[in-house]
């Protein structure tokens, strides 16, 4: 049901999960827990399988938060649960005990961050864009304002598409090495003429290093390789599939 990582785990006064697929109540192309809100999947599955991961997080279920993802570089403060819409952003902070930060995915790289010794916790959403944009960067920031420090700060990046099975096209290569062409490492030929493979795990390592975090640790876990156990936004599109699941990654305070 669940990926835990060994660094977070040794953090004290810190809960985490890398959710997977399974242990869930959804059905057909969404099984089974399925966490995205933003998915056509029966309203009262989603709420079940997010029940399920609250308790598994010792937090209440209105205690889960999520945001509207936009693969922006915002970031949101949470004292607790929502009391309107979800905000439109990509990563949350927090020092409130007994809120857990949940980050949806499905390819995108799902990471959480901790200084438990100012106990600041966070959970940002990058896909290539927000980590292209800063989204690293603009948590680390959000987390210093509560009292972290960033060579404190503990990262950890979850289930996230590798670079074997992240095929992009000429300008989107064209658009990194225009921004500074040390990005070219990042890129390797891929089998179509023109093409390229996108390491955005490695990517997303660079703008942790970049950001001064402290510890930077890869899970090294492919969405796309592994259907039993991860949704994937780029596996559903190849099998022409209507819709997909979202995999919830979350990290709160005791």
């Not at 864009?129 to 960067?137: E, L, P, R, S």
């Not at 390491?199 to 796309?224: K, S």
Request: charged residues 20%; proline residues 6%.
């Amino acid at each position: 049901m669940f990926i835990t990582s060994p660094d977070l785990a040794a953090e004290p006064g810190i809960r985490h999960a890398f959710f997977t697929r399974e242990g869930g109540v959804s059905t057909g192309i969404y099984a089974s827990l399925n966490g995205g809100l933003g998915s056509s999947d029966a309203p009262e599955a989603i709420a079940e399988n997010r029940k399920r991961m609250a308790a598994h997080l010792a937090v209440e279920p209105s205690h889960l938060v999520s945001l509207y993802q936009v693969h922006s570089a915002d970031v949101e403060i949470v004292g607790g649960p929502w009391q309107a819409e979800r905000p439109k952003a990509d990563a949350m902070v927090s020092v409130a005990p007994g809120v857990a930060l949940g980050i949806s995915t499905a390819d995108c790289g799902p990471i959480l961050f901790a200084d438990s010794e100012a106990r600041v916790i966070g959970a940002a959403h990058s896909g290539w864009k927000g980590a292209f944009t800063g989204i690293v960067a603009s948590t680390v920031t959000a987390m210093e304002k509560l009292g972290a420090r960033r060579e404190r700060i503990l990262a950890v990046l979850g289930p996230t598409i590798s670079a074997g099975a992240y095929e992009v096209g000429p300008e989107f290569v064209e658009r990194f090495k225009s921004a500074n062409p040390t990005y070219a490492r990042f890129f390797t030929a891929s089998e179509r003429a023109a093409h390229a493979m996108f390491d955005l795990p490695a990517f997303i390592g660079l703008r942790a290093q970049e950001a001064g975090i402290g510890r930077f640790v890869d899970l090294g876990l492919c969405t796309y390789g592994d259907p039993q156990r991860f949704f994937s936004y780029r596996r559903t599109t190849h099998n022409a599939e209507p819709d997909y699941g979202r995999l919830i990654s979350a990290i709160a305070l005791d």
